[in-house]
């Protein structure tokens, strides 16, 4: 059974930084794919950033430039670094990561962002 469990969320300042972790329970070899959501309430779940295989990055357009993703295979950790961080960056982030056709989720960490 493949776990995910997300940490390192809290309140912070508008223009503050936070670093998320994700470990996993397994190689993250095994991972096509590994990433971070978030949610807010009321909405749909929405990529923040993926991390691919050769180490290659994807943003979504509101967090390029401020957030970056990347892996330590050695600690089967996955970041997600946040910095200048703006209140609507107010939600509940979840590390994802797909195995063949399956995907797994952590239990989410709440990131709020003080004005």
């Known amino acids: 059974q493949v776990q995910l469990v997300d940490s390192g969320g809290g309140l912070v300042q508008s223009g503050g930084s936070l670093r998320l972790s994700c470990v996993a329970s397994?190689?993250?070899?095994?991972?096509?794919?590994l990433g971070w959501y978030r949610q807010v309430p009321g909405q749909n779940r929405q990529v923040v950033a993926q991390?691919?295989?050769?180490?290659?990055?994807i943003y979504a357009n509101s967090v390029e430039g401020g957030f970056t993703i990347s892996k330590d295979k050695a600690e089967k950790t996955v970041y997600l670094q946040m910095n200048n961080l703006a209140p609507e960056d107010k939600a509940v982030y979840y590390c994802?990561?797909?195995?063949?056709?399956?995907?797994?989720w952590g239990q989410g960490t709440q990131v709020t962002v003080s004005s």
């Open positions: 397994t190689s993250l070899d095994r991972f096509s794919i």
């Open positions: 991390i691919m295989p050769d180490e290659t990055a």
């Open positions: 994802n990561g797909i195995i063949l056709l399956s995907g797994y």
